[in-house]
């Protein structure tokens, strides 16, 4: 007997590529310390090919703070490790699978680890800041992209080292931090119902079945799409971030495609386009 269940991860908008200005963070935020111990957990791997994504506030993915830490982080470990190569926007859309990158995308970071993955990135950074009353804290993640993940894990690769720095908040950390953020991004808006888009509900989504070739082989795990629904509710531009093989990856685009969606819709109303992860797990029960 098998068991199916099916779960949507919406992005929001957030861009580590976009020509944004922000403050200079160099008299608030000293990242070398940190980055010399990224750099050294890196090298011992003896791997040479990076790729940092995007990192995130706490709950406030869309915040430009991320995107002023991220440069000023990525500057540092440049510094720290000149000799490695660092994969930018332009060489994960070169990758095998050839996709347009929006800004939107960047606010996922598995998105960026499996796009690095497939571009032949060999470690995968991420980052979250935690932000708090009277300072913050930022919470590094390496993973070898190398090595095979779980496949009933969400994530990408696997995580070989984790790192946090306290960062102490000043008025141009707080003014930044506050600043409001543009929803729609390239025409693909954010789901947030606190701001006016709401999130788009599957009406029509038949579960994929498994595959004669994953029952033989007793696979199971978790297919990962990424995937733009449209103003009219139907999904488009379908990318495959993870899968467990077997034939299920086929099967699970083979239903997407045709599945029907209410699409988001801002608060009069008027429906819009957005971009969303949608996470299929396949179990086998016995």
Not at 36 to 50: D, E
Request: charged share 20%; proline share 8%; net charge neutral.
């Amino acid at each position: 007997m098998s068991v199916l269940v099916r779960h949507l991860r919406f992005l929001v908008a957030f861009s580590l590529f976009s020509a944004a200005v922000v403050p200079a963070f160099a008299q608030q935020f000293e990242p070398d310390a940190l980055a010399a111990k990224v750099a050294a957990k890196i090298l011992s791997t003896k791997k040479n090919v990076v790729a940092i994504a995007p990192f995130t506030l706490h709950k406030q993915p869309l915040n430009p703070l991320g995107e002023a830490v991220t440069k000023e982080f990525a500057a540092a470990l440049r510094r720290a490790a000149p000799g490695l190569q660092y994969l930018d926007r332009d060489a994960l859309a070169r990758g095998p699978q050839r996709v347009n990158l929006l800004p939107v995308d960047a606010s996922f970071p598995d998105v960026t680890l499996a796009l690095a993955m497939a571009a032949g990135s060999e470690v995968g950074i991420t980052g979250s800041i935690h932000v708090e009353d009277g300072g913050a804290t930022l919470r590094i993640s390496i993973s070898d992209l190398k090595a095979p993940s779980d496949p009933s894990e969400y994530g990408i690769g696997q995580v070989i080292g984790k790192f946090q720095s306290s960062l102490p908040l000043s008025p141009d950390w707080e003014e930044l931090s506050k600043r409001p953020v543009e929803g729609n991004v390239n025409g693909i808006y954010r789901p947030s119902p606190e701001d006016g888009v709401s999130y788009p509900e599957c009406i029509k989504c038949p579960d994929p079945g498994f595959t004669a070739e994953a029952r033989a082989f007793n696979t199971q795990g978790i297919v990962l799409l990424m995937v733009t629904v449209n103003s009219a509710g139907d999904p488009q531009d379908l990318l495959v971030l993870k899968h467990p093989g077997h034939g299920l990856m086929e099967a699970s685009l083979e239903a997407v495609r045709h599945w029907k969606f209410k699409p988001a819709r801002l608060r009069d109303g008027t429906p819009v386009s957005t971009r969303v992860v949608i996470e299929i797990t396949f179990r086998l029960l016995k």
